[in-house]
């Protein structure tokens, strides 16, 4: 089955300790990106990849990083997490870029005490 | 800023009547502009994507897109239960995508 998992799914955690979440799709597809999803704002850019190795910034990439080493790959690491960063977030991918559709992951809720 | 708004509802329409969502956005040279659909607790999915000016028709679902308005709007006919959800209007240009807070739509039998 095409799809874009996401682990884990809903992580509580406190400030400071670094966590990772991790994004696979199985569709082959050059594009991936990360999103975070807060009431009244909707979903905001944080980072995106056009390829593997090929990062950049989206709309809030404060307290992120990323990595695309390979192609299915493109996990979210935050290295000190912040009570501000409590979120829902969502990777997607598409087959060559936002401009097409975007398939995304089931969430992954996380909370920062 | 480059912004993507839309009104956040709730939108209630009973079952079987035209839905009409709407989303303005602020980049005059926007190229792409889709619409998703997001159940409570679910990833959003593409509903529609329309890319040049006028109608675009899928089924129930029709997209709007006026350019010179900056304007992209949603119309869903025969509105069923099973539409209620939050819809999104994303709109693309550059590698920057956008994304509106969403218009929460709610079919009551």
């Known amino acids: 089955e095409a799809q874009v998992t996401q682990n884990p799914r809903y992580l509580i955690t406190v400030t400071g300790k670094k966590l990772t979440v991790t994004c696979s799709q199985n569709?082959?597809?050059?594009?991936m990106s990360w999103y975070r999803q807060d009431p009244g704002l909707g979903l905001r850019q944080i980072y995106y990849?056009?390829?593997?190795?090929?990062?950049d910034k989206g709309d809030v990439p404060e307290g992120y990083k990323v990595s695309r080493k390979e192609k299915r790959n493109f996990p979210l690491i935050l290295e000190s997490p912040s009570p501000n960063q409590t979120s829902l977030y969502f990777c997607?991918?598409?087959?060559?870029?936002?401009?097409?559709?975007?398939?995304f992951g089931p969430g992954t809720r996380l909370t920062v005490t | 800023q480059k912004e993507v708004e839309q009104n956040s509802g709730p939108l209630s329409v009973p079952e079987g009547a035209i839905a009409s969502l709407n989303c303005t956005y602020s980049?005059?040279?926007?190229?792409?502009f889709f619409w998703y659909r997001q159940y409570s607790g679910k990833s959003p999915e593409l509903i529609m994507s329309?890319?040049?000016?006028g109608d675009k028709e899928d089924g129930r679902f029709t997209a709007q897109l006026n350019k010179a308005s900056q304007y992209v709007s949603l119309l869903i006919r025969d509105s069923q239960p099973s539409d209620s959800a939050t819809y999104l209007c994303?709109?693309?240009?550059?590698?920057?995508?956008?994304f509106g807070a969403g218009t929460r739509l709610t079919v009551k039998p």
């Open positions: 994303a709109v693309y240009n550059n590698n920057d995508m956008r």
């Open positions: 980049d005059r040279v926007s190229q792409s």
């Open positions: 990849s056009m390829n593997v190795e090929v990062t």
């Open positions: 329309i890319y040049s000016n």
């Open positions: 997607a991918s598409s087959p060559t870029g936002p401009s097409y559709e975007q398939y």
């Open positions: 569709m082959n597809h050059e594009y």
